[in-house]
């Protein structure tokens, strides 16, 4: 069948094609993606310029073969969609999507109701109450759009979802061709590289860029940096893929490998089983990368036929894998731009936190970072709060539910609990993971010691992770200075994400987050201490809590013996619900959710302005996340958006989350900036403050609304590794609608810096090695952006008692990205491509 394939490579000549025989699989996949574009076979060119080293400022015409959103960004995506709609039917024109969109509902449902055995059914029946109007967009959007798929709530997270059962390695083009091509995705969640375990390209991008993907536009991304890891010898008995995962993460993001694609190959690769591929994977973000490559070998038609794909699909994915040099054993020599390596069997049961993912611990040092980083003082700092077993990183894996499943059950046996002031919650990944805790007989386990399923979706790991228990809170409320934790087998713990209240987030494999529940306390090393005393009173450690070595693996080969028919995509609330009908969206101007949005209200392309005696809005540090620039977790109720609400009809006595309101440009507006944890070195304490016109200390928002009064621009000036974290537009259209022309930083992560640019907002990257002196007086004119290009040199003069000037570069990587920036944005871009009337 191999030799019979069409492929996208048939279309260069033989010459060419020998050429690239070194090509790293990645780069193909990019170059087949582009040619079966009907990209000219010329552009392989470039592609033979990045084998012999001449790689600066190549690009390769790209559109992703399908695209997958989560609600909570889709519903941003979907809203301008719809408005645009609008505003091309007013010129007799009709917009539609032309790339498949697959759009899985699973960021909303919130952890309500735990400890009960029906916490599951009481939490999404709270979901739809809360969320009918979002929901309603969605089924009318599902109805309007052709190429639109949704997965209702409560089947399990996007990436788990689109990892069992939305996938495919390679697809005929469907044009009647015969070709076939390689799924290159791209998706509104930064973790969608999950899928680089299958040996799928695919990364996260913004909203905005998918938008513009969705409308069938070929964009000119760069070809990237490609980084081999060899991956050596094997995880120990008692080490977990989470352990390796989150150890490759301080590995990787310690070698800096921002806007790079990294392909991960060696005897080690070959070792791991998919899931545990699919957690390193899935982790990509949090070492910066675009994506994480595996390829494809017997391991992974393994788990595609475990999870329901026919035969005929199983050997076209083989055939073509072999084809075109994805599969593993190929023997192909390949170039990159550099190698690294890393030792599998170097790696130790550890927790990341208490705030990066990238700070990996080995468990007997937990208790030391936790004094570092909030100074604490007395023993009974560090309580668990929150064990949360959470998050497509490592809820995908059904070794690890099973060795969470068995932690519990010997617990149950030895007479332990958790104490009661933490919350323990449930949430797999999919439907098919909480099927194997049943099969296996461990749920009624995990029960008794709180851990009752709680949903299918992200719930904690993206803050949806609802009230302390009432001993919590009196701890809380009995010492103000009291430091809280959360444990969690997430793949992110920025400071106020997981809980508000709580000052420590630790990641953790989802049998140490049993443990830790156990436990109680982070404060302990989990390896020495006592978890109590068995029913004969003797003590507990953690050795004996945790499995036997090889009976996870054990009981989970039987149970894969024993394989299930994929559950159904389904939800009778979800059938039953009512949605608008028509072409055209129906906007309720009383909405408070789903509200026509303001960036297509000009046809009209406008250059962007230049910047003179701008006011510093913020001064910031490193490690800047979107987290911290739009929140997803609870609206508190003294902030700008909940007094908006209040003002406009808000009736219930809390305000949701931001992530319900992404629908609704006001309150996202408004919610800028809105994290407590945010510090703002002109500012008197941490969290939304910043200084108005006038000098006097107020809300970011309050303070930007009386700079736009005066007319003035404003920037922001920050440290390293600005925009990390989620690939959340909301972050860079907030910024934009405050009045913030441009952001200067040390450095950017990639999805942010796009979604700037794609708001008409002007990343800069500090070149000048002296720190700047800024103070509230100080004043930012920037010079050289009339001739702004790729990468050109600008002059930036700080006026004020510490001020200067500053050498620094426009962060425009590609032509494209000046065409957008000199538009003014994306959405004044699409709207000026409409005819006027």
């Not at 301080?250 to 070698?255: K, S, Y």
């Not at 049993?514 to 978890?531: C, M, P, R």
């Amino acid at each position: 069948m191999t030799d019979q394939l069409l492929t996208a490579w048939d279309r260069l000549d033989g010459p060419m094609r020998q050429r690239l025989v070194g090509l790293p699989r990645s780069l193909r996949l990019l170059l087949e993606n582009a040619l079966g574009h009907g990209a000219d076979p010329a552009i392989a060119e470039g592609f033979a310029k990045w084998l012999d080293g001449r790689r600066d400022g190549l690009t390769v015409p790209f559109a992703p073969t399908r695209i997958l959103m989560q609600d909570t960004a889709g519903v941003a995506a979907l809203v301008d969609l719809a408005a645009l709609r609008d505003k091309a039917a007013q010129v007799g024109r009709q917009i539609d999507p032309a790339v498949p969109i697959d759009l899985v509902i699973d960021h909303s449902v919130k952890v309500d109701f735990s400890g009960v055995a029906d916490a599951a059914e009481r939490n999404i029946a709270l979901e739809f109450e809360r969320n009918v109007e979002r929901y309603g967009f969605f089924k009318w959007a599902e109805g309007a759009f052709a190429s639109l798929r949704v997965v209702p709530p409560g089947n399990g997270i996007c990436h788990q979802i689109n990892l069992e059962r939305l996938s495919a390695i390679a697809r005929p083009a469907g044009d009647g061709s015969g070709l076939i091509l390689p799924e290159v995705v791209i998706g509104t969640d930064s973790h969608t590289t999950m899928i680089n375990a299958l040996g799928i390209l695919g990364w996260g991008v913004g909203g905005i860029e998918a938008e513009v993907a969705a409308l069938g536009q070929i964009s000119d991304i760069p070809i990237p940096p490609v980084t081999q890891v060899v991956l050596a010898g094997a995880l120990a008995p008692g080490v977990s893929a989470t352990d390796a995962a989150l150890s490759l993460t301080a590995f990787l993001r310690g070698q800096g490998v921002v806007d790079q694609v990294i392909e991960f190959t060696g005897p080690g690769a070959t070792s791991l089983s998919l899931p545990d591929r699919a957690a390193i994977a899935n982790m990509c973000p949090e070492y910066g990368a675009t994506a994480g490559l595996f390829a494809v070998d017997g391991e992974t038609l393994r788990y595609l036929r475990s999870m329901g794909r026919s035969e005929e699909e199983l050997a076209l994915y083989e055939a073509y894998a072999r084809r075109s040099g994805l599969w593993a054993q190929d023997g192909q020599e390949r170039r990159y731009s550099r190698t690294l390596s890393y030792d599998l069997g170097s790696v130790v049961p550890v927790m990341a936190g208490p705030a990066r993912p990238q700070d990996v611990l080995p468990l007997d040092q937990v208790p030391a970072s936790l004094l570092a980083r909030e100074g604490v003082e007395g023993s009974g700092d560090g309580a668990v709060f929150i064990a949360a077993i959470t998050s497509c990183t490592n809820t995908a894996n059904p070794l690890l539910m099973l060795e969470a499943g068995l932690v519990a059950r010997n617990a149950v046996e030895l007479g332990l609990r958790p104490p009661a002031w933490v919350k323990a919650s449930l949430a797999p990944g999919s439907r098919a993971m909480a099927d194997l805790l049943i099969r296996a007989g461990l749920m009624p386990y995990l029960e008794q010691i709180g851990f009752s399923v709680v949903g299918f979706g992200c719930t904690t790991c993206v803050g949806n992770s609802g009230a302390l228990t009432a001993t919590a809170d009196a701890m809380l409320e009995a010492d103000p200075r009291f430091v809280g934790a959360a444990v969690l087998s997430g793949n992110r713990n920025f400071p106020n994400r997981i809980h508000s209240r709580l000052r420590a987030n630790y990641l953790a494999s989802p049998p140490l987050v049993v443990a830790a529940a156990l436990a109680g306390s982070v404060a302990v090393d989990l390896e020495a201490a006592s978890f109590g005393s068995d029913r004969e009173s003797k003590a507990v450690r953690l050795s004996d809590i945790l499995p036997a070595p090889g009976e996870a693996r054990r009981l989970l080969a039987q149970l894969e013996i024993e394989s299930q028919p994929a559950i159904p995509l389904g939800n009778e609330r979800w059938d039953g619900l009512s949605a608008p009908e028509g072409g055209l969206f129906p906007w309720d101007a009383g909405s408070l959710l789903i509200r026509r949005p303001p960036f297509f209200d000009t046809q009209e392309e406008q250059p962007a302005p230049k910047i003179r005696e701008a006011a510093v809005l913020l001064w910031l540090g490193d490690s800047i996340t979107t987290d911290h620039i739009s929140p997803i977790g609870a609206i508190s109720a003294g902030s700008p958006s909940a007094e908006w609400l209040r003002a406009n009809g808000w009736q219930r006595s809390d305000f949701g989350g931001y992530g319900d309101f992404r629908g609704n440009h006001e309150v996202m507006l408004r919610g800028t900036f809105d994290n407590r944890r945010l510090l703002n070195r002109f500012a008197s304490t941490e969290g939304n403050r910043a200084l108005d016109a006038a000098g006097q200390e107020t809300s970011i928002f309050d303070a930007a609304m009386s700079h736009r009064a005066e007319a003035r621009p404003m920037v922001i000036w920050a440290g390293e590794a600005y925009g990390c974290g989620s690939a959340r537009d909301w972050a860079a259209k907030g910024t934009a609608l405050l009045g913030v022309r441009a952001v200067i930083a040390r450095s950017f992560e990639r999805i942010h810096r796009s979604n700037l640019i794609a708001m008409g907002v002007l990343p800069i990257r500090l070149e000048d090695t002296r720190e700047p002196v800024l103070d509230p007086a100080s004043r930012v004119t920037i010079h050289g952006l009339d001739q702004a290009d790729v990468h050109a040199p600008l002059w930036i003069e700080v006026s004020g008692s510490g001020g200067g000037e500053f050498t620094a570069l426009a962060e425009l990587v590609t032509p494209q990205d000046v065409a957008v920036y000199r538009a003014g944005g994306i959405p004044r871009m699409l709207a000026s491509a409409l005819p006027s009337n």
